[in-house]
């Protein structure tokens, strides 16, 4: 080879060989370095949103106090009794005093025998069967009233009809209705 061939393929690796070296070298480090700084950033992001979520946490007191409130506040709804009958008792006399304060007249009642609630979690249903009599406002009072008063109630039946037989006397103003219904209500399955 001449000096001038030699010349050529220097000038040719020169040339050649710091292209070869940044195409295989320098851009798949650069290429590799920016997907690291991504994934850096992506990280950063997570931590902070992460560190922000931890320092917006309500304090375990405080989510433990607003439970004990809802819990004492449910366990009010419940019926309290030492046992199932005791705690039926006091479902009876809670219909019966609602029937008598919105005017309308329970004339029997009756127990039914204690279950399981549906949902468990702790909870018997008790159930009173319930006649009574009374004009339709008194009725509806007494119906809204069990549903939106203190205790957990819910009526599983309900039957209404006109009271007595065809009487020209009758006012139809304050027709009497007899009513028919189910009351269930809850307690504590070991209520003690």
């Excluded at 070296?21 to 997570?46: C, F, H, I, S």
């Excluded at 549906?118 to 159930?127: D, H, R, S, W």
């Excluded at 406002?137 to 119906?143: D, M, P």
């Excluded at 139809?172 to 070991?190: N, Q, S, W």
């Amino acid at each position: 080879m001449t000096p001038r061939d030699w010349r050529a393929i220097a000038i040719g690796s020169a040339v050649v060989l710091p292209a070869l070296l940044v195409m295989w070298g320098v851009r798949p480090y650069v290429n590799r370095l920016k997907g690291l700084q991504r994934e850096v950033a992506t990280q950063r992001d997570l931590v902070a949103r992460e560190q922000a979520l931890i320092h917006d946490r309500p304090a375990p007191d405080s989510t433990l106090k607003a439970l004990q409130v809802h819990l004492s506040d449910m366990n009010e709804r419940l019926f309290p009794g030492g046992d199932e009958l005791g705690a039926t008792a006091a479902l009876a006399t809670y219909v019966t005093q609602l029937a008598r304060q919105h005017g309308v007249l329970v004339q029997q009642g009756e127990t039914r025998p204690p279950g399981v609630a549906a949902g468990g979690g702790g909870l018997k249903t008790i159930e009173v069967g319930v006649r009574a009599a009374g004009d339709l406002e008194g009725v509806l009072e007494w119906l809204a009233a069990l549903e939106t008063g203190p205790r957990l109630v819910e009526v599983a039946r309900l039957g209404i009809e006109r009271a007595g037989g065809a009487s020209s006397q009758r006012d139809p103003e304050r027709e009497t209705l007899a009513v028919g219904l189910v009351v269930r209500g809850y307690t504590a399955a070991g209520a003690q």
